[in-house]
């Protein structure tokens, strides 16, 4: 079940390795980020947040950057397992509007056994 | 499973019909937005309802429309159905604005 574009980016790892995402952001004015993953025929599973206050945030095994001056975010997926194998989108709140996110393109990440 | 619930899973229907599409929030969350998601075009924002109240619009074209029900649940309303509506809507909730939302399964919609 495809759901989304098939020219997404894609980034190919080894299972074990580990995973950076990145996405640039629109809005200088963006002060809420958040990272979903979605697999094949599912909706978007949120993965993490962060606000514009600070620049780093960690759960687990995934660490989200925001970088600011360049209006750069990146998800690190440490020891990436297949599982993690999905579509993983960034999305960054509408300074207009603080009640919508807007969703970047997103990438697709496979994971080589 | 984020305890957002949609139905139904898929639809099947003819290009100048009219379809509703359903959604009901995690418990307790009182926001609920609607997202397109086709081929072409990633995630779109729709609407927003907060607590029975539209919040937020986007790009949502006028033959939809949606509502929040008293009892939280919302409903999105297609008419006159294009060729080029066909495309996953997803219903997400979150306590309140501006915070994590929580995605449902989501409904395909394939217009013939």
């Known amino acids: 079940g495809e759901s989304v574009g098939l020219h997404l980016p894609t980034l190919s790892v080894q299972e074990g390795d580990n995973s950076i995402i990145n996405c640039a952001y629109s809005?200088?004015?963006?002060?809420?980020f958040i990272w979903y993953k979605q697999e094949s025929g599912k909706g978007p599973q949120f993965i993490i947040d962060?606000?514009?206050?600070?620049d780093k945030r960690q759960g687990q095994r995934v660490t989200v950057l925001l970088n600011k001056t360049v209006k750069h975010l990146s998800l690190q997926i440490a020891a990436t397992q297949p599982g993690d194998s999905a579509v993983y989108f960034c999305?960054?709140?509408?300074?207009?509007?603080?009640?919508?996110?807007?969703f970047g393109s997103g990438t697709r990440l496979l994971v080589r056994p | 499973d984020s305890g957002v619930t949609q139905t139904p899973k898929h639809l099947i229907t003819a290009t100048g019909q009219r379809v509703t599409l359903r959604c009901s929030p995690r418990s307790g969350d009182l926001s609920v937005y609607w997202y397109q998601q086709s081929l072409d075009q990633g995630l779109q924002f729709l609407i927003q309802?907060?607590?029975?109240?539209?919040?937020a619009k986007g790009n949502i074209l006028e033959r939809f429309s949606a509502q929040q029900f008293p009892d939280l649940h919302s409903e999105l309303n297609l008419s006159s159905l294009e060729l080029g509506d066909s495309a996953l809507y997803f219903c997400a909730s979150s306590v309140r604005d501006y915070n994590e939302q929580f995605f449902g399964p989501g409904t395909r919609l394939t217009v013939l």
């Open positions: 809005n200088s004015a963006s002060d809420y």
């Open positions: 962060i606000r514009s206050n600070m």
């Open positions: 309802y907060y607590n029975g109240e539209e919040r």
């Open positions: 999305a960054e709140n509408d300074a207009d509007s603080s009640y919508k996110l807007i």
